[in-house]
């Protein structure tokens, strides 16, 4: 005796009747590069087919994708110039433009990105103290929020940021503004290509004294239950398709939305595995999957665009 399932896939009409998973425009979050001026659509030469844009430019693509069923944007700011102020302050380039954002896309959910290595001299996401660096993460998360973002989301991984966030949205009467916190995020060689898009490579010395140690699981989960206790509403893991066993462990062990962070390496990766005709461009899709069948609520992928033009077909 012995069991048949190949009757299950004779076709798409009996594949789709067993699958388990299924991708949904909702689940995907667009990180987006902001630079100030107009008119403005540079290349990245390191992320084929991401872009950095000014607001107005950015507006006139997201025109086209919220109609394609974009729900969520996460935005990146990049400054001409290094200097920690810009990054709260209240004309500063993501600030300025939430609210264009928002008069034109009342629906979208805006994410933004809190962190301070685009805007430090050498390129870390700290300033030398972790408290001290709290203190101005609460001041960029409450800017942002003050501006209308719906959520931010702190990727500096200092000890206690949510805590300092969370507080300070309290006291200024903006607790509707949600907390994604990167609570995971590892000291990954993936994410090459996004520093030189966001221009925050460390100058001196690299990122592991903050970002986790790559071999760590059980450390994942003290870092998601610790945010989870200082209030974060939602938890990204980061990078994605390397830490599918991460998510999956995640997932089974908290009831809190889980983002998977689709990060530039893995973008750039796949494109040039497409590009060079090694593999199918199906892999985009058996990649995102794959983040969902482990346990991921929604994805931050660059392939937003791709994905929303695919699932429409
Ligand atoms: C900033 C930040 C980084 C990413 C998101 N926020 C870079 C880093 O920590 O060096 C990476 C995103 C990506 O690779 O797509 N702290």
Known sequence: ?????????????????????????????????????????????????????????????????????????????????????????????????????????????????????????????????NDETCEILAKIALSHSKAGADIVAPSDMMDGRVYFIKKALKINNLSDVKIMSYSAKYASNFYGPFRSAADCAPKIGDRKSYQMDTANVNEAMDEIRADIEEGADQIIIKPALGYLDVISKASNLFAIPIVAYNVSGEYQMIKCAVASKCCNSDIIEETLVSMKRAGADRIISYFTPYILKRLKK
């Not at 107009?38 to 990245?44: C, G, H, L, R």
């Not at 950095?52 to 109609?67: A, G, H, W």
């Open 1 to 129: 005796m012995f069991k048949r399932f190949r009757h299950r896939r004779i076709n798409e009409k009996t594949r789709i009747k067993y699958r388990e998973t299924f991708l949904y425009p909702s689940d995907f979050i667009w990180p987006v590069f902001l630079v100030r001026g107009k008119n403005i659509i540079q290349e990245i030469p390191t992320m084929n087919e991401v872009f950095r844009y000014s607001t107005d430019k950015l507006v006139e693509v997201l025109k086209i994708l919220v109609d394609e069923g974009l729900k969520s944007v996460l935005l990146f700011g990049v400054p001409e110039k290094k200097g920690v102020e810009q990054s709260y302050a209240q004309d500063g380039i993501v600030q300025s433009a939430i609210p264009i954002i928002k008069r034109a896309f009342p629906k979208l959910e805006i994410v933004t990105d809190v962190c301070l290595c685009s805007y430090t001299a050498n390129g870390h996401c700290h300033i030398g103290d």
